[in-house]
């Protein structure tokens, strides 16, 4: 059964500080996807990373995927307060399509 | 070109109640997955149509169903409705792995 695991959970940290959530997943899958939820609000899409060494970047967040080590990086750079929301790994599963969610990471950003 | 639409957006029932939600996918988007995200967690996958068909289903008890119509557009169907199913359901759309899915704004069930 395919896993999905992000750290930290919770993050609050100071504008113009850099820092990494970290997705870690169990099973082998070169499909893996990153949204952000704001508070109420649906689902956003950020990146769509489909193959090993895939690094993409928006603005200042960058994300990369290792699929022989199954884990997945967001970078934040330079956090500024409109980043503060809650950042969701999601992986394909091969089997039946159906993406396998993380718990979530809720990064609180303060001026 | 529109994205993913839901209704309604807000939906109170009564336990042992049948409810139906509905989406309109992205024009273009021949993919809709359904998801299920209970409060402070990540959605869970219910099931996926591609082209009328379902081709994927999660850990969900056969009482939720759903249906694809030839535009594209998808139903979901939760019969004899128990307090647990409370929760925001998410639609989403796609039309290829390699593009992601996009997601509509949701319709929140409250099961009393």
């Known amino acids: 059964e395919l896993k999905v695991e992000q750290n930290p959970l919770f993050l609050s940290m100071q504008e113009g500080k850099n820092y990494t959530i970290y997705c870690n997943y169990s099973?082998?899958?070169?499909?893996l996807y990153w949204y952000r939820q704001d508070p109420g609000k649906s689902l956003e899409s950020l990146f769509v990373?489909?193959?090993n060494g895939a690094v993409k970047q928006e603005g200042r967040l960058m994300a990369s995927l290792d699929t022989k080590a199954r884990l997945s990086t967001l970078h934040i750079t330079a956090a500024v307060h409109d980043l503060s929301a809650t950042y969701f790994c999601?992986?394909?599963?091969?089997?039946?399509?159906?993406?396998?969610w993380g718990a979530g990471t809720k990064l609180i950003i303060k001026p | 070109e529109t994205g993913v639409t839901q209704s309604p957006t807000h939906l109170i029932k009564t336990r042992g109640q049948q409810v139906t939600l509905r989406c309109s996918s992205q024009?273009?988007?021949?993919?809709v997955s359904w998801y299920q995200q209970a409060l402070g967690q990540g959605p869970q996958f219910i099931f996926q149509?591609?082209?009328?068909?379902?081709?994927g289903r999660g850990n969900f008890p056969p009482r939720f169903s759903g249906l694809q119509f030839p535009n594209y557009s998808s139903e979901l169907n939760v019969n004899a409705l128990e307090l647990d199913d409370s929760a925001l359901y998410l639609c989403?759309?796609?039309?290829?792995?390699?593009?992601?899915?996009?997601f509509g704004s949701g319709t929140r069930l409250t099961v009393v």
């Open positions: 999601a992986v394909e599963e091969d089997s039946n399509y159906q993406l396998i």
């Open positions: 149509y591609y082209r009328e068909e379902e081709n």
């Open positions: 024009s273009g988007h021949n993919t």
């Open positions: 989403a759309s796609s039309s290829g792995q390699a593009y992601g899915y996009t």
């Open positions: 099973t082998t899958s070169d499909r």
């Open positions: 990373l489909l193959s």
